[in-house]
């Protein structure tokens, strides 16, 4: 087994001599044998796919630029996992989902784009003809603004709010010729979806676009035929519409997906923030979704606030807190003085109408940080031990249970509003010092409860300060790390990262696989399993990663390399678009995934480039 992974605080050694350290410790990686795998689940879950797709976006350029003094590593293996690999896997399986999956809410079936549609109609009644025609003429202005040449194909119908689960096979032959035959089979879906996946959805967008839109290109003059933004012009148009997809939802939010309390149904035109809705009104965790019919002018979208048994409609602190990162990143980034406010605020001389999306975009998501902050005090923190907990009800008796999962989210979403809101405005700023009070005390429970080998269960009885599960998953140590490692981040107390490094030399003695260069799911002691969830890989990358970030520890980074190696032939159902093979019947690099016949999706292998649920290395 490798030597456990340390951290000595007194070293302070310069990021360009770990970076060659690091170098050299990487040189004998390839002894190791890299875990193949095969697929276990070919269903595809909304928001455990954006919970992976947000991991690898965060394992992008961003992450070495964090971790080494002068950004990239000194390895081709590193830079490949920062750009092919990664940055790939999340960019493909975001174009799949909401441009050529077909299976969801359409963008132009929401009330933003029909606000949108009303205003434009009005302005150029002679040239706005119907909503399609004006969808195809948004999207032409996209391509333009990021300099993509390539022609559009009419009849693209990008997706703003996907289904919770589906089965990513097409219904008919696919013709590149024609977009609309990419589409995947809605008999083989779950109509319905959760605030998290829709938190989770704009999160990994938001991201994408901070990732992808250039910063240094600022000889901008809107209208003029010259591309300022992305990495590439193919990603830079993706990026557009993934935030015009991302506004969508935040829209949808608003005015249709809250659900009252008091009258127990949802609430059309309500505003997600206390002054005007108050905690007694909600998300509700799960949204039952009825489309239009297309031959029906008047079809509208129909959403249902689904029950949880007896106990009705629940308010959960994993969609609160999915919001709350995404509002906070959102609300960033659309900040008009900000890199990226021309997007929101109009040309160089703020000219109304060269602005490319709602100026109010940093409004609407400051309102929805402000609620989710007040859902956390009213509805999720107990009164006694001031944690949060999973599962709530307004007005009643908090329940004691918090998972682990949920700790992990919802101290991500902190430490993100902690970074971001400290220069904000007064009415946001205040907000950090609730940040602090909340990371300080959940620090303090799980280091409270801690096993002593190091370990977590997967949920606790935070009233009881005791165990509630008996199952600890691979995902649920990541998830601990990660809340940890948050944990340090906004307080600044260095005994939160002992407990990581506690639950991490655990992993190693009672997880770690040399021969798969993967952590097993379950321990050595128990009977070995090798099936994963993209949550256990998820989790486990995650935490790795910011392990790495925060103690500079060039053993922790290589564990996370070879985790990376290990479990990458499994995570996509086919071949990425920026690394495909030649032909759809060929595997030439041995990883496992064959070729596509398209850009955005498998002809032959009936299959798109995303993420699968689970994964089996063998």
Known sequence: ????????????????????????????????????????????????????????????????????????????????????????????????????????????????????????????????????????????????????????????????????????SYRDAVDPA???????????????????????????????????????????VFGQDRSFMGTNARDGFLALVLLESAIAKLETLRHQLIYDHKKQKLVPQARLYAGQVGVEAFPPHFIGISLPDRNDAEGKVIYEAKTQGAAGVLSHLSDSAALLLAATELWELADPSGDYGRLFAGGKRGKSGDEVFPAETQQWAQDLILYEFERLAHVHLHPRKYLLHSVGVPGKQPTATLRMADVALVMLALENAHDKLAGAAKILAKKVEESEKYAQRTGNFLASVQAENGSFYDSYD?????????????????????????????????????????????????????????????????????????????????????????????????????????????????????????????????????????????????????????????
């Open 1 to 168: 087994m490798a030597e456990t992974p340390a951290v000595d605080s007194r070293i302070s050694i310069r990021r360009k001599v770990l970076a060659l350290a690091f170098a050299l410790a990487c040189a004998g990686i390839a002894l190791a044998p890299a875990g193949a795998a095969d697929s276990t689940s070919s269903r595809i879950e909304a928001e455990r796919t954006h919970r992976g797709v947000r991991e690898f976006l965060e394992s992008g350029p961003s992450f070495f630029l964090r971790f080494f003094e002068f950004g990239w590593p000194t390895t081709d293996e590193f830079r490949s996992i920062a750009t092919v690999d990664s940055y790939a896997f999340a960019g493909d399986t975001l174009e799949a989902m909401v441009l050529y999956s077909g299976v969801g809410v359409a963008l132009e079936d929401t009330e933003y784009f029909e606000h949108r549609y009303a205003e434009a109609k009005k302005a150029d009644p002679a040239k706005i003809v119907d909503h399609q025609a004006y969808l195809d003429a948004r999207l032409e202005r996209f391509a333009k603004l990021a300099g993509y040449d390539s022609p559009l194909a009419k009849g693209f119908s990008p997706i703003a709010i996907e289904f919770s689960e589906c089965d990513p």
């Open 178 to 220: 024609k977009p609309k035959t990419r589409r995947w089979d809605p008999a083989k879906s779950v109509p319905t979806t959760t605030p998290g996946a829709i938190g989770l959805s704009i999160y990994d967008s938001t991201l994408f676009a901070r990732e992808t839109l250039s910063k240094d290109r600022n000889d901008i």
């Open 462 to 618: 935070i009233e009881a300060n005791q165990l509630e599960s008996k199952e600890q998953s691979l995902a649920t140590q990541g998830d601990a790390i990660r809340a940890l490692v948050a944990a340090h981040r906004i307080t600044g107390d260095g005994k939160y990262i002992d407990v990581a490094m506690k639950t991490l030399r655990y992993l190693e003695a009672e997880h770690w696989d040399p021969r798969a260069g993967v952590y097993l799911s379950a321990p050595k002691s128990a009977e070995s399993k090798k099936d994963y969830t993209l949550d256990d890989v998820a989790s486990i990358l995650g935490a790795l990663r910011e392990l790495a970030i925060e103690t500079k520890n060039v053993r922790i980074l290589y564990r996370y390399q070879t985790n990376f190696v290990g479990f990458k032939p499994g995570l996509m159902h086919s071949e990425t678009a920026r690394g495909a093979e030649e032909s759809t019947d060929s595997d030439s690099d041995g990883d496992g995934i064959f070729g596509v016949a398209t850009p955005a999706a498998g002809a032959k292998n009936g299959i798109a480039p995303v993420l699968k649920s689970g994964i089996r290395a063998r």
